[in-house]
């Protein structure tokens, strides 16, 4: 079954701070790879996309990255802000439709930014 | 820039009342969804629909159903709303490049 594994649930860090959100997929035929970041009540928005092709891609603080062989990504947060503080979502794109749509959602992880 | 439009961001209804949730978007995509949204669930997929007309169930699809008559409408429609379908719900629409979403509508069912 196609699934989208996210880790950790939840993480605390210090404003200021470096950190790591990870995500593993088990998607076939992949088309790519988006994170978006969900601020409390509020819809996802779109902070990168990779294709297979591609193993690293940045949008100012926030670097994402794609191993296709390990079907895994990373988010890396630099210089954390206190407005980083939201759910950010690992959405992988299916070739296909299928029963999911073409979409495969992970749970998120929840990010708390302290001063 | 892709825009999906959710018609409320709030809303409070009655239990057993038809609820009518809009979503509308404006790049010509094929492909839109209707999602909830619960704290440690994740977004849940309850009707998508790949073109005007079309409709396919989801993960969720009991006491819901859906309407496509344009390409750029998809309304979810909650026939008789119950206590159990207060969440946030989501719409988005998409490309083979992913997806864009709405603003969410909070849905409170007293």
């Given at each position: 079954?196609?699934?989208v594994?996210?880790?950790p649930?939840?993480l605390?860090?210090?404003e200021?701070k470096?950190?790591?959100?990870?995500?593993?997929?088990?998607?076939?035929?992949?088309?790519?790879l988006?994170?978006?970041?969900?601020?409390?009540g509020?819809?996802?928005v779109s902070?990168t996309?990779m294709?297979?092709?591609?193993?690293?891609?940045s949008?100012?603080?926030?670097?994402?990255?794609?191993d296709?062989?390990?079907?895994?990504?990373?988010?890396?947060?630099?210089?954390?802000?206190?407005?980083?503080?939201a759910?950010y979502?690992?959405?992988?794109s299916?070739?296909?439709?299928?029963?999911?749509?073409?979409?495969?959602?992970g749970k998120g992880?929840?990010l708390?930014?302290k001063? | 820039?892709?825009?999906?439009?959710q018609?409320s961001?709030y809303?409070?209804?009655?239990?057993g009342e038809k609820?009518?949730?809009?979503?509308v978007?404006?790049?010509?995509?094929?492909n839109?969804?209707?999602?909830?949204q619960d704290p440690?669930?994740g977004?849940?997929?309850?009707?998508?629909s790949?073109?005007v007309k079309m409709?396919?169930?989801?993960?969720?699809p009991?006491?819901?159903s859906v309407s496509?008559?344009?390409k750029?409408?998809?309304?979810?429609i909650?026939?008789?709303?119950?206590?159990n379908?207060t969440s946030m719900?989501?719409?988005?629409?998409s490309?083979?490049?992913?997806a864009f979403?709405?603003?969410?509508?909070?849905?409170t069912?007293?």
């Amino acid at each position: 079954k196609n699934q989208v594994e996210q880790s950790p649930q939840s993480l605390i860090i210090l404003e200021g701070k470096n950190c790591t959100l990870q995500c593993n997929y088990t998607v076939s035929p992949f088309s790519n790879l988006r994170w978006y970041k969900q601020d409390t009540g509020r819809g996802p928005v779109s902070l990168t996309i990779m294709t297979f092709s591609e193993n690293t891609k940045s949008n100012g603080r926030y670097t994402a990255t794609l191993d296709a062989d390990t079907k895994q990504s990373s988010l890396h947060i630099t210089a954390s802000q206190l407005s980083d503080s939201a759910s950010y979502i690992c959405v992988v794109s299916a070739n296909y439709g299928g029963s999911q749509g073409n979409l495969i959602f992970g749970k998120g992880t929840k990010l708390s930014v302290k001063p | 820039d892709v825009k999906v439009t959710q018609s409320s961001r709030y809303l409070v209804k009655r239990t057993g009342e038809k609820v009518f949730l809009e979503c509308v978007q404006d790049m010509d995509h094929e492909n839109m969804f209707w999602y909830r949204q619960d704290p440690g669930l994740g977004l849940r997929l309850i009707y998508f629909s790949y073109d005007v007309k079309m409709k396919e169930k989801g993960d969720i699809p009991e006491g819901y159903s859906v309407s496509r008559e344009k390409k750029e409408r998809f309304s979810l429609i909650l026939e008789s709303a119950s206590t159990n379908q207060t969440s946030m719900y989501l719409c988005a629409s998409s490309t083979r490049w992913g997806a864009f979403f709405g603003q969410g509508t909070r849905l409170t069912v007293v």
